[in-house]
């Protein structure tokens, strides 16, 4: 068991549970030999979901934790009032090193709250940020940061972009990632006071490969693989993405009934326009990681399926094997 | 003359120009009988592209202007140097009252700019937002601040909402339009240190109707008709709007044409998809007003068709006709 990648999985967490993280985390161990997985949670409802399944018992265990926290609970109050939840064990086991990483799709709020005060920080990491994988033209950029502690600084951009960076390179497989910190216009001198102290530090900074400005029209487009922001902006840009898409794609499909030429259309192109409209839905890539920490945390949507709980859990495997954590330390403490 | 409402336009701003300036303002001559249309620019240039139309010749007259701003020129510089180019000539005669409205496609920077220095704002007034319209499952919301000034003040902001509705109630025709903040969750306590202090302002404030917070993912649904927010995240907003539409617009048009079958049924779909992709562009909406000045300047897109700048004129009129000027002068008084 030494060898093996411990993950520890939220049950309770997400509007799919105990479902779709007991299935995803079925699903990932049957895919994977290298894998070892707590599921945090109510025991008896965790058992009774997992005896659906046939997998390697011996790769599996269920970790008693009697409460749920809700997602419009306060975080900070939750993560401190129950410490018998199943957000608060799977990030305690994190923190005390029986688990490598830790996945939910429970309350934002308290995952992020749990990540800084229960698992912790990399010494010398000031913030860690929340890190999306967002589709793109091109394939896969990563927002950094949509996490809850806004107003930054510039010496926490630069860190965003660091992380990033081998983030990219060592989960996602990016060689030379471009960075880029979101502003609104490309010329060095625009932007607000943030970015403007920003700049400069970023294209002083020897380990990253630094492309620039990105005005967010050019982020669907693909044109740089780390994107570096404040969390306020990060977040607006997440969510708008969602917003956008969500909303034309209803329209379209609205357009597309309203005749019976339309309709008899709509039935051919429907395979084609399925796997676009997949390939630019966020939910199937396995979450946001949360950068910085003492071990992984991964942020799976509320909605969260099966699917991608199992490839949040695969981040965690990629994260634990190419000692992600241990080269955060190192380029931080540069 | 002195019952018409006098608008200068820009002739030489933008990718289209001449052209589409002039037609623009061509077809607005031929339909209002309310307008009188000055077109600032090269006079060779004007009268040869103005030649090609039929129009009311005693409502339209050129006005000199020899030199041009381009886009890649710094705003501030360019609006000192070139005393006589088509956007400070234009923005002169609504300072001198001479024209009640400017509308440009041109530099974006240059026009703000010359909004504050040369027309000036309305007494009271911190600050002229750039408040475009952007498009939404329900119609339209007004954005406001997309303009240069980044890193605004809750006084600010709270001037936008006030603004935002006056325009929205007067010139779109929203009866009491929804104000709404921007901010990373529904609840009060959420945000930046400027949402933080903004919100409880605009909640007291008893002109507006203001009904909290909006997410980001939430604006194309429409869900807010004035949507206030600092400029810097606005200008986000309105460029990630286009961009995700843009991208998705590309993709799903190639997932369209990669078989026969889908190539069929794109042909079949083609009208309906036409209409709803048309109302989601925001260019043919007439620009976004730079509000607060001592007269309206209309910002069209650097790619404007004569349809747009011609639906810019028209904003000008409404805006004459409504007295927004005034309107603004006595809320931000009060």
Not at 89 to 102: E, I, L, N, P, S
Not at 137 to 162: E, T, W, Y
Not at 268 to 283: G, H, I
């Amino acid at each position: 068991m030494s060898d093996l990648v411990k993950v520890a999985v939220d049950a309770m967490g997400g509007d799919n549970a105990p479902e779709a993280p007991v299935k995803g985390a079925v699903d990932a161990l049957n895919e994977s030999e290298s894998l070892y997985i707590y599921l945090t949670g109510v025991k008896e409802i965790v058992e009774k979901e997992l005896s659906k399944y046939t997998y390697p018992k011996e790769r599996l265990e269920v970790v008693a934790a009697s409460e749920v926290i809700e997602t419009a609970e306060p975080p900070v109050a939750a993560i401190r009032a129950k410490k018998d939840s199943s957000i608060v064990v799977g990030q305690t086991m994190v923190r005390k090193q029986q688990a490598d990483a830790f996945v939910s799709s429970g309350s934002t709020g308290a995952v992020l709250v749990g990540g800084q005060v229960i698992v912790g920080r990399i010494k010398g990491v000031e913030r860690a940020p929340l890190a999306p994988l967002i589709p793109t033209a091109r394939g896969m950029s990563l927002l950094i940061d949509c996490g809850a502690n806004v107003d930054a600084r510039p010496s926490h951009l630069v860190q965003f972009a660091k992380m990033g960076s081998i983030y990219m390179e060592n989960v996602v497989g990016i060689r030379k990632p471009k960075v880029a910190i979101v502003n609104i216009g490309a010329e060095e001198e625009k932007g607000n006071a943030l970015v403007k102290e920003t700049f400069p530090l970023l294209k002083a900074c020897e380990n990253i490969h630094f492309v620039g400005s990105i005005e967010a029209r050019d982020i669907p487009a693909g044109d740089a693989d780390v994107i570096v922001c404040e969390a306020f902006v990060g977040n607006v840009i997440l969510k708008l993405y969602e917003g956008v898409g969500a909303t034309l794609i209803s329209e379209i499909k609205k357009s597309m009934l309203s005749s019976l030429r339309s309709k008899l259309g709509a039935m051919l192109v429907k395979p084609a326009l399925k796997t676009t409209l997949k390939r630019f839905n966020a939910s199937d890539h396995g979450g946001a990681p949360l950068l910085g920490l003492k071990g992984l945390v991964v942020k799976t949507h509320g909605s969260a399926s099966a699917l991608e709980i199992k490839n949040g859990i695969f981040q965690c495997l990629q994260f634990k094997e190419q000692n992600i954590a241990d080269k955060i330390k190192e380029h931080i403490a540069m």
